[in-house]
């Protein structure tokens, strides 16, 4: 069976840091683009970062670049996503997803709170 | 950054009756491959979001074929053929042929 198993999520202040992991299980990760997709309380979903099989190409949105950065460890089927200087209006629910072009399973989101 | 827009935003349906929403893209989402990379996704209350239709047409595993999915270029349509009520949920449109990724706002569909 095909999981994705996030966690990290925080409750953490304006400025802070925290390290979000997605562990899966039930395909060749080494194989799969990987997302980050996230939806803050009450909103729709946004697309965060994804990366290639090899983690060599990585891609942002706007709104996460120079702050975020997406990483991969194929021997140990984890997909993570380092979260610096965060701010209020990065509090979601954090989903990682298999593929990149065509999301197509997701995990079942971890919590991430900015606040004072 | 490729804007995608739904609409309507909301959808109150009728148990048993059709229902369609429209995704437009800002540019073509043709891609270099040939491929048209616009999914579909169901989101359920309370729950992750679950894929419904990848490549603009094509189900995925599972999913009623009261569901289906049309369109080219830059519009899109998903359409339900008859309302369960199981259908209740946001539904979104999102293209993978661009970086970054985007999603539509979101399209709400309730019974009546």
């Known amino acids: 069976e095909v999981q994705l198993l996030e966690s990290g999520g925080d409750l953490v202040q304006p400025g802070g840091s925290l390290r979000l992991s997605c562990a899966v299980s039930?395909?060749?990760?080494?194989?799969?683009?990987m997302s980050w997709v996230r939806q803050a309380p009450g909103k729709g979903l946004e697309w965060v970062s994804g990366?290639?099989?090899?983690?060599?190409?990585?891609y942002y949105a706007d709104s996460v670049k120079g702050r975020f950065t997406i990483s991969r460890d194929n021997s140990k089927n984890t997909l993570y996503l380092q979260m610096n200087s965060l701010r209020a209006e990065d509090t979601a629910v954090y989903y990682c997803a298999k593929d990149t072009a065509a999301p197509v399973i997701w995990g079942q989101g971890t919590m991430v709170t900015v606040s004072s | 950054d490729v804007v995608m827009t739904q609409s309507p935003l909301s959808l109150p349906v009728t148990l048993g009756q059709p229902a369609s929403i429209s995704c437009r893209s800002s540019?073509?989402?043709?891609?270099?491959?040939?491929?048209?990379?616009l999914n579909w996704f169901q989101q359920r209350p309370g729950q992750s979001p679950r894929r419904l239709i990848y490549k603009v047409s094509n189900r995925d595993s599972g999913v009623p074929d009261r569901f289906s999915g049309s369109g080219s270029g830059t519009d899109f349509t998903l359409k339900i053929s008859r309302v369960e009520a199981e259908d209740v949920g946001v539904y979104y449109c999102m293209q993978g042929t661009h970086w970054p990724r985007t999603f539509g706002q979101g399209s709400k569909v309730e019974i009546k």
């Open positions: 039930g395909f060749t990760f080494s194989s799969c683009g």
């Open positions: 540019q073509s989402l043709v891609s270099s491959d040939g491929n048209t990379y």
């Open positions: 990366i290639s099989t090899s983690g060599g190409s990585t």
